[in-house]
Each structure stands twice: as structure tokens, then as C-alpha cells.
């Protein structure tokens, strides 16, 4: 792996990491496919017309449908879904402390029941790792606990603490399962995730743990689970600047496009959100002059499409009055045209931005695109 900064514009960074998988150019905003696929029949093919340059997996839930040991026997996730570009894969930990039943947390891991038949399965650093390695992913996430921003000062520092043994952990099973002969991809790369709620001095001591490490790079956990758009800001603030700078830092499950351009002036670089597909599927569409709810009525014979000179599938070839009609007889391909539009709509803004910062006008590009975008109903106006 080799990650280099190309040039900074005040804290924001433009660098490219190479890997098995191919080059990423950063900022980048991640495609999430939770079960190997983006929600709303979007394609690998689809994703390579967009322009996506890292797919998302989500650990957990390959682990609890189809298997990652089938997977594995398959050739890996590359193989299984044709995609040939970087793939990262989650730990399964945001998972198993969200969505699965009823869980005991012990030091050696945690015992949870599966969302899907209620049965009980064991997952510590080790079973993520090994998970993550039978997928074959390019980048594996360590295994974390992600307390809640709201929990007391003593459960997050005895569970960020818990979390950094788990780090070693994963960092000694991923060196093993990588000089197996018959691993996938023996250049796995293993990101860290910081933890520690809103609470300055824990993420600080917590970022300067895990730096210590030395890993291929450095997540931020644990936010844009509640707290205010203001704490979120303050914590990159306080927290990217004890991580290295020539390490990718990856703010996780971030967020609005505002969201990225405000994190990307702070110096991150990797971002995924389930967002621009989640909107997408009720019909919620991204546009530079705010967001599109493309149910209202107005657009009933609106021959335009979702936004004029946009490249993407959907607006190349159809009308928001079509779109519109494809949502409200519940078709397939409405959902899909709309997420198509919205995550082209993402990856085009990341191109934007990485060309603001080689320019060295990213704080005048921020501004303009905030105040485009400003007022989330003024496109529906
Ligand atoms: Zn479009």
C-alpha cells in the first residue's frame, strides 16, 4: 500500500493510495452495497458508469446470508459480485451493536443472535478478521464497539480501552491470516477506528493509541449517530490532528454533502453514507440547488430531467415527470434511476473537490457549493 499526499489546500488533503485493487484518488466517497450489492438494482456495471472507485461491503450481514466461507470457496467477494476496483469491507461491529438481538460483551467478544433466524453467533476481533479475510476485501475494518455519544464518561473509557486491546488483536490475526497460503488477498489492508463518544480528552488519547499502531489507516467512529452537526465538527477538530497525516483518515457513515465538504476542510479523505441510496429509493434526489422530492406534484409534466447537465443514466434519458410516475407506481426502475442520479451526484462532487484542492480554491468552492445547495426545499420551490 502506498499512500501518498499529492498537495493540501489549508488542513484539506488530496492524496492517492494504491492498492491490489487499483488506485484511489481521495477524497472519496465510498458506494455502500451492504449485501454485495447497492439497494435498488444498481450493478457493478452500473457502478463502473458512474464511476465509483470503492465499493462498500457490510461484514455482518455476508457473514449471517450466504456465508463468507462460500463466498471464499466462490474465489472472494471480487469475484463473486465482478468487481475488480477496491472493496472495503465494515468489521460487522456497527451491526451486531445495532441491529442484532440481545448481546452479552466480553472481553474475548460478543454473543449476539443473527436479525435473520434469531440464532447465536459468536464475533471478537479474531471471527471479524477472519470474516473479512475470507471475503478477500482490499481494506478490513477493525473490530470496535461504537458506544453511544450519549453513554456515561466511565462506560466509553473502559469500552475505547476494550476497544484498542481489540485492535491489537486484530492486527496480530490479520498478519496471520495474510501469510496463509490459501488467503485471497495476502495484501489486506487493516484500518483502526477511533472511538470515544463527544468527550475531547478520550478521542485525543485514543487517536495517539492507535497511531502508535501503525496501521495502513485511521477511521473515525462513533458519530452521526445523534449528536449535533456542531459536536460531529468538533471532534474531527480536535481528533485529526493526533492522527498522521500521511495515513488515510476515513470518517465513517458521513454523511449530507455538506456533511463531507465541512470533514474534507478538516482533513479527511474516505467517506461512505447510505444517503444518496436511502433518499434515492423514496424519491429524494440531490441537486445542486438542494434537494428534489421528486413525489411533488410540480413536476407532474416536468420535461426536464432531475438536473439540467447532469451525465448521469437517468438524467441523460428521462424526465422527472416519467421518474415521478415510475415512484408512484412503485416500479423498480424508479428507485434505481433516482439512486443512479444520487451517487453520481456524490462522486461528481468528490471530483469537484479534488480538483478544488489541487487548485488550491477549496474554501471558495466549499462556499459556493454550500450556498447552491443551501435549503434543502429551494430546488422544490
Ligand atoms: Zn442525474
Not at 440481545?102 to 477472519?130: A, W, Y
Not at 443512479?340 to 468552492?365: G, K, V, W
Request: proline share 3%.
Amino acid at each position: 500500500m502506498k499512500y501518498q499526499v499529492i498537495t493540501k489546500d489549508g488542513k484539506a488533503k488530496r492524496a492517492v493510495m494504491e492498492t491490489v485493487h487499483g488506485t484511489i484518488q481521495t477524497p472519496v466517497f465510498m458506494n455502500v452495497g451492504t449485501v454485495g450489492a447497492i439497494k435498488g438494482a444498481v450493478s457493478t456495471d452500473d457502478l463502473r458508469e458512474i464511476r465509483t472507485q470503492v465499493e462498500l461491503s457490510n461484514t455482518y450481514h455476508l457473514h449471517v446470508r450466504t456465508g463468507d466461507k462460500l463466498i471464499k470457496e466462490y474465489g472472494g467477494l471480487h469475484k463473486f459480485m465482478n468487481w475488480d476496483k477496491p472493496i472495503l469491507t465494515d468489521s460487522g461491529g456497527f451491526q451486531v451493536f445495532s441491529l442484532a438481538g440481545l448481546r452479552k460483551i466480553k472481553e474475548e467478544g460478543v454473543t449476539f443472535n443473527s436479525h435473520i433466524d434469531g440464532h447465536k453467533i459468536f464475533m471478537g476481533p479474531e471471527e471479524s478478521m477472519q470474516i473479512q479475510s475470507n471475503l478477500g476485501s482490499t481494506i478490513a475494518m477493525a473490530f470496535d464497539e461504537c458506544p453511544s455519544s450519549r453513554a456515561d464518561y466511565d462506560y466509553i473509557r473502559n469500552s475505547v480501552e476494550r476497544t484498542t486491546r481489540w485492535l491489537a488483536r486484530c492486527k496480530t490475526e490479520m498478519a496471520r491470516l495474510n501469510s496463509l497460503p490459501d488467503t485471497i488477498n495476502k495484501e489486506q489492508l487493516l484500518f483502526g477506528i477511533n472511538q470515544g463518544g463527544v468527550i475531547d480528552e478520550i478521542r485525543i488519547s485514543h487517536a495517539e493509541a492507535i497511531k502508535a499502531m501503525d496501521l495502513d489507516g485511521y477511521a473515525i467512529g462513533g458519530l452521526a449517530v445523534g449528536e449535533s452537526h456542531e459536536e460531529m465538527y468538533h471532534v474531527l477538530d480536535v481528533t485529526v490532528p493526533h492522527l498522521p497525516e500521511d495515513k488515510p483518515v476515513y470518517l465513517m457513515g458521513v454523511g449530507t454533502p455538506a456533511n463531507i465538504l465541512e470533514a474534507v476542510d478538516r482533513g479527511v479523505d474516505f467517506f461512505d453514507c447510505v444517503y444518496p441510496s436511502r433518499n434515492g429509493r423514496h424519491g429524494h434526489v440531490y441537486t445542486n440547488q438542494g434537494k428534489r422530492n421528486l413525489f411533488n406534484q410540480k413536476y407532474e409534466l416536468d420535461p426536464r430531467p432531475i438536473e439540467e447537465g447532469c451525465g448521469c443514466p437517468a438524467c441523460r434519458s428521462y424526465s422527472r415527470a416519467y421518474i415521478r410516475h415510475l415512484l408512484k407506481a412503485k416500479e423498480m426502475l424508479g428507485m434505481r434511476l433516482c439512486t443512479l442520479h444520487n451517487l453520481y451526484f456524490y462522486n461528481t462532487m468528490m471530483e469537484e473537490i479534488r480538483d478544488a484542492i489541487e487548485e488550491h480554491r477549496y474554501s471558495e468552492y466549499k462556499a459556493k457549493k454550500l450556498a447552491g445547495m443551501a435549503g434543502s426545499s429551494k430546488a422544490d420551490e
